[in-house]
């Protein structure tokens, strides 16, 4: 009778040892791979932006504005933001239907109403892992894009305690060097360094706080819906920046409706020079952007 004969360790340490070579080469592929469909999809939503906008403004002769609100005072509470106005453009028209701007978005409590609490996968990055509601801006929905508020900084106080003014002693700007501020109208012949060279929108991510779509909750809190390009919100430094969990830099939307990739590396300068960084958040500087 012949006995059977089994593998040898020998020929399992080889077996095992080629799998795992395998498995070391296949999976970086298998990450990179996916990794790149996030970047494409972000891409794609960037631009579906572009054309929302783009639509807006041949509507009512103008971008919309960052936010809404009479006043400009600190603590008159959520407003809507431009997020939300272009929503019939953003193929989301049953939800705007849905919307009453003669409300304000928080109830008496002050708590969101359940309305703008309804994700938009649309307005999320699917590289980001930010929550579904945006703990860090009053459990609003989350967005992962904001628009360019332009390349000075606000008048609040910093993560490092550094502001221009007393923070809340200031009633939000109704313009700014961007496109987006509190009751703006910017219309494509006021940005005339060219809308292939001025930014429009682009990511933020968890790590930065993100963005709500509804506005923002209150107008002292502009960064909610829009971000600053100054040196100290250079791509991905900080908590007042634009940000990514694309490896190197992140996505940005142009004011002529294309889609580029912002490295971490591009060159930034602090007020009162200005880097590409900064030139290219300007709608109306006048000064030549050359490669970013």
């Known amino acids: 009778m012949k006995r059977k004969r089994g593998f040898t360790l020998v020929e399992i340490l080889i077996v095992t040892s080629v799998v795992a070579i395998c498995l070391a080469i296949i999976f970086p592929a298998i990450q990179q791979s996916r990794e790149d469909a996030r970047s494409r999809t972000c891409k794609n939503r960037l631009k579906m932006f572009g054309l929302a906008l783009h639509n807006y403004h041949d509507v009512y002769g103008c971008f919309p504005p960052g936010w809404v609100s009479a006043g400009g005072a600190p603590g008159l509470g959520a407003r809507f933001g431009w997020q939300t106005s272009i929503l019939p453009f953003f193929d989301q028209a049953p939800l705007f239907n849905r919307v009453d701007f003669q409300q304000t978005p928080a109830e008496a409590n002050g708590q969101p109403r359940a309305l703008y609490q309804i994700k938009i996968a649309d307005y999320r990055c699917p590289a980001?892992?930010?929550?579904?509601?945006?703990?860090?801006?009053?459990?609003?929905?989350?967005?992962?894009?904001?628009g360019n508020y332009g390349p000075f900084a606000m008048p609040r106080l910093t993560a490092l305690g550094v502001a221009d003014v007393w923070p809340g002693a200031v009633d939000a700007p109704m313009q700014s060097?961007?496109?987006?501020?509190?009751?703006?109208?910017?219309?494509?012949?006021?940005?005339?360094?060219g809308t292939s060279n001025t930014l429009m929108v682009a990511e933020r991510g968890f790590s930065s706080g993100a963005s709500i779509w509804v506005g923002v909750t209150d107008n002292a809190h502009e960064d909610d819906t829009v971000t600053d390009c100054s040196h100290r919100s250079r791509p991905n430094a900080g908590w007042s920046s634009y940000s990514s969990r694309h490896k190197g830099g992140l996505q940005a939307l142009l004011c002529?409706?294309?889609?580029?990739?912002?490295?971490?590396?591009?060159?930034?300068?602090?007020?009162?020079?200005?880097?590409?960084?900064q030139r290219l958040a300007h709608k109306s500087d006048g000064q030549v952007i050359g490669d970013f």
């Not at 980001?128 to 904001?146: C, F, H, M, Q, V």
């Open 256 to 277: 002529d409706g294309s889609v580029r990739f912002l490295t971490d590396k591009i060159d930034s300068m602090p007020a009162p020079e200005m880097g590409v960084y």
């Open 128 to 146: 980001d892992p930010a929550p579904d509601l945006n703990s860090l801006r009053g459990e609003y929905a989350t967005s992962n894009y904001s």
């Open 177 to 193: 060097a961007g496109i987006f501020a509190r009751n703006s109208s910017v219309r494509i012949a006021s940005i005339v360094d």
